[in-house]
């Protein structure tokens, strides 16, 4: 292959390579997010290991003495099935070793180090090819640009679109491709080509099954994971989402956590609504934070006076299954279909900013938020979204929160009532026992100063299989086990609520 040729051929390597590289880092930091938790010290600790791997494997690349363009070859080959394999092995393994945290960072160390020798071969196959200074540059421009690429593609299509297992697969062929091309045209310059030719096409060979039956491997690695059906899986940019069903009931979890099941939500999304809404007289409308799935809209939807509910959800693909599915619209009576009802997809920290401007305001609020389990979702839980909320609210409006397990983690929960002190809010703390979580905790709270005493003023809606105002007035009472402990004020610079959460519920792994 004459020389242009081959500086063409080996710098659109660099761009494959660099772009493959960042995709196995994000796969390894978004699947440990899902399975971990705490998406902060998850993507931190995958990038920290990762580098230095990288950092690793440069150094390891001075030990290439000869046959560098085999070594680089052989690289290939191996990056591709271990990076292309890595997801598809993260996911089945979760429940099944004893560490997962081992496997995690040896599949991100080992991948790293395998990237960290890729730039320095290429150097050398290039060194008599272009100027140092011209390599240098158009080499390091070209890892930029790539990883630049894999920063667009992964959020805006790899995720949506293909789901994680087989977008490792894809970028793992991609890698496998750039050896077999380089043993294709250069293969003038390499002895004994059978044992390379033979590890490329098995390599591809692999990894396209991979990819072609990576909705089957993902489903396979989803059940042992679950050990339930599986009716739906989907990866929307934000999360995943997993419904499963067993005889008659039906389980929501999102990243792997459970949000709810069928047999016992009523539980949960009755004592979420009602304290609130059976305490005003005519609430007209009402906003609805989270709640994709539309069981607390089912609630808001049972008192005649309501007028209209806007629900904001950051995830379109949420809002879109529970209004479409069969099984899922008649869990939540068709609840956002409601001509009532208007869904805002949007983050609700900004949503609020925008709300306030346009001068909306609100009888009640609904906080129906995801666990605090990272900081993305602590700043929702923090001071400064309370202050962006009490804008939208009218100033005899009522809120309700849930606030995870006062008892499996009692700092975490106080830590949510001293922060809507710290802003001025009257709270009353209450909890309900739901049997797919035991107990669990929420606040009702006012922006202004309020009595908000035991039981309800009002009466609450007929139909009601859990509550009653006999229950209600016991939910405000709690045992010395779950009573009020020194926790902290939750604010964005600091998110201590995060870490209450992460400390406590660790207990549980």
Known sequence: MESRGMRL?????????????????????????????DSVTQFSTVIGVYLFAMGVGSWLSK???????????????????????????????????????????????????LVGLEIPLLLRLLKDQLKFEDLVSRVLSLDYIGALAASLLFPLILVPKLGLVRSSFLFGLLNAGVGLLALHFLRASLERQRALWAGGILSIVLLGAGFAGADHWQAWAERSAYNENIIFAHSSPYQRLILTRHRDDLRLYLNGNLQFSSRD????????VHPVLSRIEKPKQVLVLGGGDGLAAREVLRYPAVEGITLVDLDAEMTRLFSRQPLLTTLNAGSLISPKLHIENADAFTWLEEAAKRGLKFDAAIIDFPDPSNFSIGKLYSTAFYEKLRSVLS???????????????????????????ACGYSTAPYHVYVPSFGEWGFILAAPEPATLTDGSPHALPEGLRYLTT????????????????PAGVNRLNNQILVRHFEEEWGRYE
Not at 265 to 272: A, D, G, K, S
């Open 9 to 37: 051929l080996l710098l659109a390597s660099v761009f494959t390579i660099a772009t493959c590289g960042l995709i196995y880092e994000l796969i390894a930091g978004t699947l440990a997010s899902y399975l971990l938790g």
């Open 63 to 113: 030990f290439v003495k000869d046959k560098v363009l085999a070594t680089f070859i052989r690289v290939e080959f191996l990056i591709g099935l271990i990076g292309g394999f890595s997801a598809l092995l993260l996911f089945a393994l979760f429940d099944q070793v004893a560490s997962f945290r081992v496997l995690l960072y040896g599949l991100v160390f080992i991948t790293g180090a």
């Open 265 to 272: 939500e009523y539980r949960y999304h009755e004592t979420l």
């Open 395 to 421: 100033p005899s409006a009522l809120i309700s929160i849930q606030c995870t397990s006062p008892l499996a983690a009692r700092k975490s929960f106080w830590c949510v009532d001293e922060t809507l002190r």
């Open 470 to 485: 006999e229950t209600l007035v016991q939910c405000f009472r709690f045992p010395p086990d779950m009573s009020a402990v």
